[in-house]
């Protein structure tokens, strides 16, 4: 059972006062073959408890096959971040460790409506021509992985042409031997190429770019699974 104590509800709660407009959770869930999805719907309940403007909206993913369809959700714990509109914002897996770091920075973003990237990061989104689906493969030791993942989410945030996923490596196992992921963080663009590790924004975004194009893959700080 996820209970947080005192201290981190007033930590969450001050780290909440910054944000500006209502944000939904919708979460993807089911009752069998899923270890951590009655954690993860309590931690959201949890989360969801703390502010008036965050609101939670629980579908089983076998019973509400047309909502999953909409959202793209094929698996489960599955939670989608939106805000005036659904950015492509995805967390698959139980949020915890340095990944609630993530979830509520995810969520303060979107309350904003801003991916907070430069402009010339901005400039640079603007050259995809064709959408771009990022897997970020994450575990909650690990310390690199939050910079990473943040930075796919803000790129959805930012590009339409963006869609960008947290993956818990350790929850969907076969999805790790899908992409060959031997370290995390490890970013998978389009399904096949990627970036390994953790790199600063110009650099993550030129990766991206090269992998979506064709050009490789670049590696960076991380760690071995």
Do not use: W
Not at 82 to 98: H, K, M, N, Q
Request: net charge negative; aromatic share 6%; glycine share 8%.
């Amino acid at each position: 059972m996820i209970e947080l104590s005192d201290k981190d509800r007033q930590q969450i709660l001050a780290r909440l006062q910054g944000m500006q407009s209502a944000v939904k959770l919708v979460h993807f869930t089911q009752e069998l073959e899923c270890d951590f999805c009655g954690e993860t719907k309590e931690l959201l309940e949890a989360l969801a408890g703390l502010s008036g403007k965050i609101s939670l909206e629980v579908h089983n993913l076998q019973l509400a096959r047309d909502k999953a369809a909409q959202y793209g959700i094929d698996k489960v714990p599955a939670t989608v971040i939106e805000g005036a509109r659904d950015y492509g914002i995805r967390l698959y897996g139980l949020p915890a460790g340095y990944e609630f770091v993530v979830l509520l920075e995810d969520i303060l973003r979107v309350s904003r409506g801003e991916s907070g990237l430069s402009a010339e990061s901005v400039a640079k989104l603007r050259s995809l021509a064709a959408p771009v689906h990022l897997q970020v493969f994450v575990t909650p030791t690990c310390p690199y992985c939050p910079g990473a993942t943040l930075l796919a989410h803000q790129l959805a945030l930012e590009s339409e042409q963006i869609t960008a996923d947290m993956v818990e490596a350790t929850e969907f196992p076969d999805l790790v031997r899908r992409y060959s992921v031997r370290g995390v963080p490890k970013t998978i663009v389009n399904g096949k190429a990627g970036i390994e590790g953790s790199l600063p924004e110009s650099n993550f975004i030129d990766g991206i770019l090269a992998a979506a194009n064709g050009n490789g893959t670049k590696e960076a700080a991380g760690v071995r699974l």
